[in-house]
């Protein structure tokens, strides 16, 4: 299925209670996804089977990001993430992933699990949105997309540096006393 890259501008929402669901193979294949990740993304399950998880990019996503959550996933730990994915018609919607390997008996990586739940509005205008839009730029500056990564990674290392916390922290921490759930 070739990859939409149409953008309408226009955000989608789901509820305060509703929960992404999606489980990938290890290529990142789309193996499940529940109704309301089907109802969100706009695609009939039978449109996203099989297909890599990637289907629902938004093309304003930091690449730096997908790949330290892929490093993270291949080291075997789980990774918090916001995410901008894009719908079947171009719309978009934020996430707030949390991301994990899936085992099999013997202790082997198969696959990958993830639920998405509603961001924190604010942490999202306030922090990720503007980040996120910085690491894009940094990454566009150079012709080069390898070495455009690696500028926006560096960008975000410099980042947890300055703050003085791991990746993990950071995204655990950021407008703390607005996310919900906080205590």
């Not at 996503?61 to 892929?70: A, D, E, Q, S, V």
């Not at 922090?127 to 839009?133: E, T, V």
Request: include cysteine; charge should be positive.
């Amino acid at each position: 299925m070739a990859v939409e890259t149409f953008l309408s501008g226009n955000e989608r929402y789901f509820g305060d209670d509703d929960i992404i669901v999606s489980k990938t193979d290890l290529k990142g294949r789309l193996t499940y996804a529940n109704k309301i990740f089907l109802d969100i993304s706009g695609y009939q399950e039978k449109e996203v089977l099989g297909q890599p998880h990637s289907l629902i990019r938004h093309p304003e996503m930091p690449r730096c990001i997908f790949k330290l959550l892929w490093n993270t996933l291949e080291q075997g730990k789980e990774i918090f993430a916001y995410v901008n994915n894009r719908s079947k018609n171009g719309d978009n919607y934020w996430v707030y992933a949390h991301v994990t390997p899936s085992w099999d008996k013997s202790g082997k990586i198969v696959g990958y699990h993830s639920n998405r739940r509603v961001p924190d509005r604010d942490i999202l205008d306030q922090h990720i949105i503007p980040l996120y839009k910085d690491l894009v730029a940094k990454e566009k500056s150079t012709a080069n997309r390898k070495d455009g990564m690696h500028l926006a990674e560096t960008m975000l290392n410099d980042l947890l540096v300055e703050k003085q916390v791991a990746y993990d922290e950071f995204i655990a921490t950021v407008g703390q006393r607005r996310r919900r759930g906080y205590r």
